[in-house]
Nanobody
Framework: QVQLVQSGGGLVQAGDSLRLSCIAS????????TTWFRQAPGKDPQFVAA???????HYADSEKDRFTISRDNTKNTVTLQMDSLKPEDTAIYYC???????????????????WGQGSQVTVSA
């Protein structure tokens, strides 16, 4: 069993940066892939970035030059650093953890068993 608690988020202006953090409780955190999704009002969840248990990172094409996912297994923490934010980045962001081994699978919300509570990110123009 894994529990995920998120922190960070808020209201910023276009071009600003934000950092989201997700702390996991439970055992064997390093064996899980940890991923960030986001969901804008009226839209389906969208994959943002994943850090596989192998240590490899995988990004959505639209975010790979602006967002950075990092992970500290000693602190059971995964972080999403978001730079050069745009109004279209506005959404609720969720961290997720699951036993995922492939990039393609990491993009699917159904691959994950454990979810954080969500963090609102609002970017004004």
């Amino acid at each position: 069993q894994v529990q995920l608690v998120q922190s960070g988020g808020g209201l910023v202006q276009a071009g600003d940066s934000l950092r989201l953090s997700c702390i996991a409780s439970g055992r064997a955190f390093s064996s899980y892939t940890t991923t960030w999704f986001r969901q804008a009002p009226g839209k389906d969840p969208q994959f943002v970035a994943a850090r596989l248990s192998s240590g490899n990172s995988h990004y959505a094409d639209s975010e790979k030059d602006r967002f950075t996912i990092s992970r500290d297994n000693t602190k059971n923490t995964v972080t999403l650093q978001m730079d050069s934010l745009k109004p279209e980045d506005t959404a609720i962001y969720y961290c997720a953890a699951g036993r995922v081994n492939r990039f393609a699978d990491s993009e699917r919300p159904t691959s994950y068993n454990y979810w954080g509570q969500g963090s609102q990110v609002t970017v004004s123009a």
